[in-house]
């Protein structure tokens, strides 16, 4: 019989401790995102074969791709493992108005094409007149495949197309501090830029 008891006893105070333990409302916690650690600002100047020389962070990549060589078009990326991003290049040298302009269509094109998904475009221009270089910031917010988006041109014969994908979903708010650090690189590559013959 004790041990009857002691079981109801023990089963009483149970019962107790969990309906005392429901008496507030739960709290939902927010979602939380990996630590993204910063590195330190360092940069060296980089010839790519096609011509322009620029800056680039110290842990970026320079990964040139093959092109047919009928062209003088020149594609290439930098890569930033620490970040798992990857700003797509494109340098192409054109002759004459129609051609610049088509690039300069071609541009706004890409740039609008994520207007869908985009909650907001905002363009920063810039010019350089003693290195020649002028063109377009688009830094696009939302859940953008393509958060920041530029090109640099001479307006003569050389322009240099930049797009930065995340090689993840896109996540605005993951993504901030990167991006952030990201966007001072990639003017500081706009800020460096000199069009050299390859």
């Not at 995102?33 to 096609?50: D, G």
């Not at 890409?110 to 002028?134: D, Y």
């Not at 920041?148 to 003569?156: E, G, N, P, V």
Request: one cysteine or more.
């Amino acid at each position: 019989m004790n041990t009857n008891i002691r079981s109801n006893w023990l089963i009483f105070l149970a019962i107790c401790s969990f309906m005392s333990a429901c008496n507030s409302d739960p709290i939902a916690k927010p979602r939380g995102y990996f630590r993204i650690e910063i590195p330190a600002v360092e940069y060296t100047s980089y010839h790519h074969p096609c011509g322009p020389t620029f800056d680039i962070p110290v842990y970026a990549k320079v990964e040139r791709i093959p092109t047919d060589a009928r062209n003088d078009d020149c594609w290439f990326n930098l890569a930033y493992p620490l970040f798992s991003a990857k700003l797509h290049c494109t340098m192409v040298r054109f002759e004459g108005n129609p051609a610049f302009y088509a690039l300069i269509d071609d541009v706004h094109e890409m740039v609008f094409s994520h207007e869908s998904k985009s909650t907001g475009i905002q363009s920063l221009a810039f010019e350089f007149p003693t290195s020649q270089v002028n063109g377009l910031l688009f830094d696009l917010a939302g859940p953008v495949a393509t958060p920041l988006q530029f090109f640099a041109t001479d307006s003569t014969q050389y322009f240099l197309r930049g797009a930065l994908y995340f090689q993840h979903a896109p996540n605005p708010d993951s993504i901030g501090p990167a991006l952030d650090h990201l966007r001072m690189d990639i003017i500081r590559m706009i800020e460096s830029l000199q069009w050299t013959k390859p």
